[in-house]
Each structure stands twice: as structure tokens, then as C-alpha cells.
């Protein structure tokens, strides 16, 4: 049975695996320009800010921040990285191999939490090869760069919908001409408004 939630993949995955949840490990990994808040940076910048380890999704408490040198300022228990720009895709994979590819859209300045729409894309992306094979993997990319990996499938993906708009806390559930709305809560999202039958 396909797992779509991060707190059940936890609880199920060898203890090993764990680490590719630990954003920071991962991306030193991949060589990007990180470290963990204590740490200074290499040259002033500015830098994306975030949990090392975040189970809750929806880029909780992520933010772009300049930084001079120090980092001590910053809360613990993040780390900071390097910025990406392009396409933010998020792929599934079962296996290795890849089932469904969303990319994601957001309005410059909004949270980065606050997605705008997610699109079903014919994108192809390999499985990468810095991972294990893994039954069910979600795996975000920016500009081609990995920058996160969960060990189940997208929960978003599950709605089947080739077109998926948020509806935030506050916003008007009445769904546009040829969508319905379905709830599915997530911080401050109340649900989605897809493709109709």
C-alpha cells in the first residue's frame, strides 16, 4: 500500500535510511554551500534558511535571509544553503522509477509556504543516484538541484488531478467552472479545488 504521509514513513523505515530526512546532511552531500546556524558562511549572501529536519512539510519556518559572515543569530536547530532558482518540481517514485511529476508555482514575494498551483508535467527526471533504492520516494527539485527527500509519495498527487489550486485559510471555497474543491488541511491550506469529473 503507497505511503503518503512523512510520520508514517518515519515510523516504518530503517532507522539507516533516516538520514536523507535531515536536509542538512543531505545537502552537504551533494557538495551545495551549507552549514548548520554556529557556522559562518563563506562570503556575505543571501541564503535559504531552514529546519534541518522538518516531518511537517510546507517549508515551516524557511526563509530567504542575508548574512553577512555569522550565523549565530539564526534559529537553532536550521542550517543555510545556498539559493536555486528554476522550475520546482516535486517526482515520485516506486522503486525507482518515476510515476508522476508536479511542478509547483508560487507569486514572487509570498511565503514559501504558499503555493499558487502544482501542474502534472511530462517531465522526466532519473532517480538519484546519491539515494538508495527505495519502495516509495518523493524527491523536490529547484533548477535541477535536489533539495529534499521524503520517503513516501507527494499526499498531493493522491487527489489524481493533472492540476492541483491551494485554497488558503480565508479564501472562498467555491471552485472555478469545470473544478470541485476538496479539503485536505495542511497549515494554513484548507484544501485544493481539481479537476472535475
Known amino acids: 500500500m503507497a505511503v503518503y504521509h512523512d510520520d508514517i514513513a518515519w515510523q516504518q523505515a530503517d532507522p539507516d535510511d533516516l538520514w536523507v530526512y535531515d536536509k542538512l546532511i543531505l545537502s552537504r552531500k551533494l557538495k551545495y554551500t551549507c552549514g548548520p546556524v554556529g557556522m559562518d558562511v563563506p562570503c556575505p549572501g543571501e541564503y535559504i534558511v ?11 519556518d524557511a526563509e530567504f535571509v542575508w548574512i553577512e559572515d555569522q550565523s549565530d543569530h539564526l534559529p537553532k536547530g536550521h542550517f543555510w544553503c545556498e539559493v536555486f532558482t528554476g522550475r520546482h518540481l516535486s517526482v515520485d517514485y516506486v522503486d525507482g522509477e518515476q510515476v508522476d511529476c508536479y511542478e509547483g508555482f508560487r507569486d514572487p514575494g509570498d511565503p514559501l509556504y504558499k503555493w499558487k498551483a502544482w501542474q502534472r508535467t511530462n517531465d522526466v527526471v532519473l532517480y538519484p543516484s546519491l539515494l538508495p533504492l527505495f519502495e516509495y520516494v518523493n524527491c523536490e527539485f529547484i533548477g535541477g538541484k535536489l533539495i529534499e527527500v521524503h520517503l513516501r509519495l507527494s499526499p498531493d498527487a493522491r487527489h489524481g ?11 472562498d471555497n ?4 469545470g473544478m470541485v474543491y476538496v479539503e485536505d488541511s495542511d497549515h494554513l491550506r484548507m484544501g485544493f479545488f481539481i479537476q472535475g469529473p
Open 50 to 60: 531552514r529546519p534541518c529536519v522538518n516531518l511537517m512539510g510546507m517549508g515551516h
Open 161 to 171: 488531478s493533472d492540476l492541483l489550486i491551494p485554497v488558503w485559510e480565508g479564501q
Open 174 to 177: 467555491t471552485p472555478p467552472d
